[in-house]
């Protein structure tokens, strides 16, 4: 519990390398997590090569902590091993289609968090990769992920260099709904996201990017339409390519 | 560490509700997880009026864990409050598209299995209800979800009536890949799922379901690809009416 409150995304690592039976300690704490029907329809890519790391640094827009951490972390949705299993098995698998496809991603989200709560624990510090879906068609390329497998999250690892502050979060009232959803008025809004609005490094933010509200910082710099649909496309030609897309009989 | 590793999942339940304190700092654990650019682009629905709950029984196949557990948590993409905050704010958001929805759903998942681990710390049990995305279409219905809101998973919650056997899980060694992806051989399969094979009760299993293999108890029984197909079909139907489809720009 206090190790889940008390996380932090941290982005400067140490050079130590992680000891092997604590790694393989966080990774089988990953495995202990819920999956559809115990199938284990996930992969994990252990990256520690360095060459292999400066490869993948592109794919997270060059940010320094995937090189500088000793251990890259890729989550896979992978029915690759349970349809291999099945052909082997004189079974025949129907799972090239987006629900297995998203089937497959839940056990490997599940199985992450997991892993980041085991390295916590441990004294590691983690970072998830957001950028791992943007630029999935070339992770693929890099990790040679055969059809059936498709990256979804990848988290970097290592011993923290810093302890940043605890980042803010809405009120837990703006999140939790009550036996069904209660869509929002005009006032829920205003007062579920003033806290966040009034932290001291908005203005500043503002001001820097020439910006009238927070909002604007989101919709026009940092996730914006272009590249939502730019990304959205490349994730749906993935999904088809690594054959998930096959959804008629 | 040790809560991780002993993670069953709880199919029957006593009838204690949940102490409101408790449930509290469970959903607050569940809101320290990372989330895309800290967005938190998720809700989670919290069911406990049994009226409700009945209406839900259907759309997870009727297992009788939906009625009896005391809370049904239900976890939802959800960019309906984000938006409604750009627009309030002079930002014009673009997230009607497929990525969106994906980085709204790896939200959803990361925060549930933090509410999970914490639920079990503090003696409760869970079990994840895969049917969740199945049926999307219906519990969008029950729940009231409004456009830009989509459940991606669900989790009974409630002191355990039961503590079954820990589950069989794959070696490691075959979930793991180092460096990059190392496809499997006939014999990786075969020793990776021999100890799922040989447990005691899967020749049980196979008399039952009359089935030469476990795996074709899956592909024939259990995860259809008639099912899969029609579930693809629900799923991306889903996708489009809540908004998230709009992939040009």
Known sequence: ???????????????????????????LAGTR?????????YSIIVTTDQEVKKQLSPCHFNQGMVTQAPVVLTFCADFNRFNKWCLLRKANPGYDNFLSFFTAAIDALLVAQNVCIAAEEKGLGICYLGTTTYTADKI????????GVVPVTAVVLGYPEEIPELTDRLPLASIVHKDIYHDYSVGDIDQMYSAKESLPLIQKLLNENGKETLAQIFTDNRY?????????KILLKVLEQQGFMNNEM
């Not at 519990?1 to 990774?27: A, Q, V």
């Not at 390329?141 to 059809?147: E, F, Q, W």
């Not at 914006?224 to 959205?232: E, G, I, L, P």
């Open 1 to 27: 519990m206090r190790t889940i409150m008390n996380h932090r995304s941290i982005r400067k690592y140490k050079s130590d390398t992680i000891d092997e039976s604590i790694l393989n300690d966080i990774l």
């Open 33 to 41: 997590a819920s999956t559809t029907g115990n199938m284990q329809v």
């Open 224 to 232: 914006t339409k272009k590249d939502n649909v730019a990304f959205s």
């Open 140 to 147: 693929i390329d890099i990790l040679k992920l055969p059809k």
